[in-house]
């Protein structure tokens, strides 16, 4: 990578620290590289990136955001992932870093907030923004089906009371 190159990576790399909503960085040491397409592969299914930076640039292009208290974190053989919905890039991360023990969270941050690794697997813990939808609908909904419910209960009734009269008048 020349000059020019490594200037253009940094810009990038800046703008993705920016944007994103959080950021995790891990030590992938011993992932084959099988291990970590998996990895690339399902934080983008999940709407995250994955990128392997070379620290001293990394700690360059988190110069000026709001993640900069997690530029210590950048020693040995970092990965950074990255993903606009605060929950999905620390989901993710967690979710292999249990499958596969070479990979260890080393932190991460979630806009000005630096996490260590205990509070990267709390916010992995919390449910995503779709999850949260769902149950909102969910409790909306709930109210609404019962007073339908409500409002048939009578009708029913009456007509087994109706039905059951007639049982009766039939039978006499």
């Not at 009578?154 to 049982?167: D, F, K, L, N, S």
């Amino acid at each position: 990578m020349d000059r020019a190159e490594k200037r253009e990576f940094v810009a990038w790399l800046n703008g993705a620290f920016k944007e994103s909503g959080s950021v995790v960085v891990a030590h992938y040491t011993g992932l084959t590289v099988a291990q970590m397409s998996d990895l690339r592969s399902k934080m983008r299914d999940a709407g995250g990136s994955v990128k392997v930076a070379k620290n001293r640039l990394a700690k360059i292009a988190l110069q000026g955001t709001e993640s900069e208290g997690i530029a210590d974190l950048f020693t040995g053989q970092t990965v950074v992932a990255y993903a606009n919905d605060p929950i999905t890039a620390p989901k993710v991360a967690v979710e292999f870093a249990k499958a596969n023990d070479k990979l260890v969270i080393l932190g991460g941050a979630m806009g000005a907030t630096t996490l260590n690794a205990d509070g990267v697997k709390s916010l992995a813990s919390l449910p995503s923004l779709d999850e949260l939808r769902a149950k909102l609908v969910g409790m909306i909904q709930t109210p609404a089906q019962r007073l339908a419910v409500l409002t048939s209960a009578p009708a029913g009734q009456i007509a087994r009371v109706i039905g059951a009269h007639a049982r009766k008048n039939e039978a006499a």
